[in-house]
T-cell receptor, first 110, second 117 residues
């Protein structure tokens, strides 16, 4: 069954603005990951945050994790047209399986 | 990084035929690969875990006889959709961990868009 659930499901913002996507999950985790998917393509790993971490940065990406609320957020700063894609959070489950959320479709307007 | 190659990227077939999709790890050995299915604008649903040298582990609700998985070597897993029907039309994606790097991060193939007429 699906573990993570992102919101919003779809987000359109102007180029240059910041984009924030949220993810909630149900069970305890060891880590949470964010992936990006361009239309009709495979997924690309963006960032991993462990359960004992609260915040992590990678370039224009900032991820937070609140294990008490079972939620995470992905912030993309100074968005670009090339950031248009779907973004998924993923949590580790039983037997090394990674379970994906429903995703947020991000559209950067020129 | 690590490269996972998936082939074909797109296939159109007639109802009743079987389709084989290949997933290769190009620069690492993958004892475990994962097969996902994705409907338009939806998330990835894990179908099965492919284990090298042993039987695949299927998720609940996934028909083993319908979706045959073979993981004959450390670099190749195949998914065969048998007797395909229009409802099998979907985007299929494989993935693998690179044990040399991390058992947490997944590397994905580019996906296969299956259209059954």
């Amino acid at each position: 069954s699906q573990q993570g659930e992102e919101d919003p499901q779809a987000l359109s913002i102007q180029e240059g603005e910041n984009a924030t996507m949220n993810c909630s999950y149900k069970t305890s985790i060891n880590n949470l990951q964010w992936y990006r998917q361009n239309s009709g393509r495979g997924l690309v790993h963006l960032i991993l945050i462990r359960s004992n971490e609260r915040e992590k940065h990678s370039g224009r990406l900032r991820v937070t994790l609140d294990t008490s609320k079972k939620s995470s957020s992905l912030l993309i700063t100074a968005s670009r047209a090339a950031d248009t894609a779907s973004y998924f959070c993923a949590t580790d489950g039983r037997d090394d399986k990674i379970i994906f959320g429903k995703g947020t479709r991000l559209h950067i307007l020129p | 990084g690590a490269v996972v190659s998936q082939h074909p990227s797109r296939v159109i077939c007639k109802s009743g035929t079987s389709v084989k999709i290949e997933c290769r790890s190009l620069d690492f050995q993958a004892t475990t690969m994962f097969w996902y299915r994705q409907f338009p604008k939806k998330s990835l649903m894990l179908m099965a875990t492919s284990n090298e040298g042993s039987k695949a582990t299927y998720e609940q609700g996934v028909e083993k006889d319908k979706f045959l998985i073979n993981h004959a070597s450390l670099t190749l897993s195949t998914l065969t959709v048998t007797s395909a029907h229009p409802e099998d039309s979907s985007f299929y994606i494989c993935s693998a961990h690179n044990p040399g790097q991390s058992n947490e991060k997944l590397f994905f193939g580019s996906g296969t868009q299956l259209s059954v007429l």
